[in-house]
């Protein structure tokens, strides 16, 4: 793809790319640190935060989504099966005595990349104006690179 970009003169859009792609891969890497239960559990609690509510509890079917040996993974399990992976997950204990093991893992194995997440946030339309712009963009993963290479 990158080859076919250049051949028609997107050699920015081809840098560009590369760049969406190492951020995307390092972002996998560190959703392969979560089990796929956990993963599941993440995206449960994130729309119980964000949406206020949650439907798929009560449904039969549950379409989940999570990484799983570095591809991205879709299915469609038994609301039986999501309800006990929640349960099995987070259970009695509070949300804090759940969550904090994985992501101070996380956070703390990969604070070079939050950072560069972060900056990405805050400079959300500047990256867009320069894709549109077709001028390049780069992110630094360091960790990701080292890991890579080493």
């Known amino acids: 793809m990158k080859k076919e970009a250049e051949d028609r003169g997107f050699c920015v859009l081809a840098a560009n790319t590369e760049e969406l792609v190492k951020l995307s891969d390092y972002s996998r890497t560190l959703l392969c640190e979560l089990s796929k239960e ?24 549950v379409g989940v989504k999570y990484v799983e040996g570095g591809l991205f993974v879709r299915e469609r399990i038994s609301g039986d099966a999501y309800n006990k992976i929640i349960s099995d997950r987070i259970g009695a204990q509070s949300v804090d005595a759940y969550l904090g093991p994985h992501v101070g893992r996380i956070l703390g194995a990969s604070e070079e990349y939050w950072r560069m997440m972060a900056a990405l946030e805050a400079n959300e339309r500047n990256v867009y104006q320069a894709l549109l712009e077709n001028r390049p963009i780069r992110f630094t993963v360091r960790a990701f690179e080292q890991k890579e290479s080493g």
């Open 38 to 61: 956990d993963q599941i559990a993440f995206v449960n609690l994130r729309n119980q935060w964000v949406h206020g509510y949650l439907s798929a509890p009560y449904t039969e079917n």
